[in-house]
């Protein structure tokens, strides 16, 4: 039985998700929830996700939920296909770290709920709310950078050769930044393993632009 | 030679990590990185962490960052010592899942710069402030408390009747959430949890009170 991803085109998360099964060749049915409809907030869908976030990953009995821990457990369920992480701890923690200043430190800034809440209850206008949205990708980025720039564990990829979780992480982060057309020149290392990334099947089909439920 | 652990008494995040390596009884040395004097923006420190974001975890000649990636690492590293994770890779799943929702959906939201910014460059008055605080702490606690309450796995701890990665990473947030009164009364699983923890020598020597640089 394939497992069922329950996603949405624009999700950075679900896009996260697409990739890493794309990479790992595992088959999934994609299910389509509206984020800006409230689909999220559907009690059938509140039983599978409590906090009314996508992705979910159904896998046979499982749902499992938050995306950091998904990519952990496709790597640990699955670990006959391209692993997402290297070997070594020290350099297993490098490519972790990476993909934490998306996940923690860029992303939970700039998602759909954080913006309502920003242009919503505290009543910051729409200029405010870019220059926010911005601010913590610019912040990630420079730090991302930096990280892979003076590094010679840098490879084609954001780790080696081989694509995995940081570059999972770092290109719907990418994709992500141009919604308000963050200045990318800085970042040349970002930017030239984001254009290796597309260039690779599972990442390119992973496109939101590509999903069944893109508008 | 022990690690060092760059942190700050109050930070949840170095919290997390004097719980973690006292829990798998590693020795560390503590460096205080004081965040309201701006020693993160330190040149040295900067070079450790380019983030200027603390805890760092220097072990051997590997300077670790991103207090996800850390945990992940102690217990690759040091796999003799108690581990942070369960075996099976649906329960490893569920741990790091309610430890996501901790460290990338409540704690991103109400640390130091965040709140920095939107108090200085937004504008947003102390009420607000605290109101938006609060917000994320409960959506996260909201999650956790239901993926807690409904899971027999759940034990005198999150997971079993071990402390472990998730308990590491909702003890601090639960101190968090007193900074501004949240009132823990819809949360009785979260509030058990946190009182067995709090029992515990190595939550309670990683306590900040508790701590050389605590003011």
Known sequence: ?????????????????????NLKRLDYEQRSIHLRNGEQRA????????????PVLQDGDA?????PAMLEYLDEAYPDSAPLLPSAPV???????ISDIVCCDIHP?????????????????????????NHWIRLGFDAIETLLADDPRTGRFCHGDHPGMADVCLVPQ???????????TPYPTISRIWQACEAEAAFAEAHPSRQPDAE
Chains 1, 2 share one sequence.
């Open 109 to 133: 800034l700039g998602n759909l709920r954080v913006l309502q809440f920003l242009q919503g209850p505290l009543g910051i206008d729409q200029a405010a709310m870019i220059d926010w949205f």
């Open 91 to 97: 350099d297993r923690a490098r490519v972790r770290a």
């Open 174 to 184: 990418v994709f992500n930044s141009r919604r308000h057309d963050l200045d990318l």
């Open 43 to 54: 009690d059938d869908f509140l039983t599978l996700q409590p906090q009314g976030l996508v």
């Open 63 to 67: 749902a499992l939920i938050q995306s």
């Open 1 to 21: 039985m394939s497992m069922i991803l329950y996603g949405y085109f624009r999700s950075s998360a679900a896009y996260r998700m697409r990739i890493a099964l």
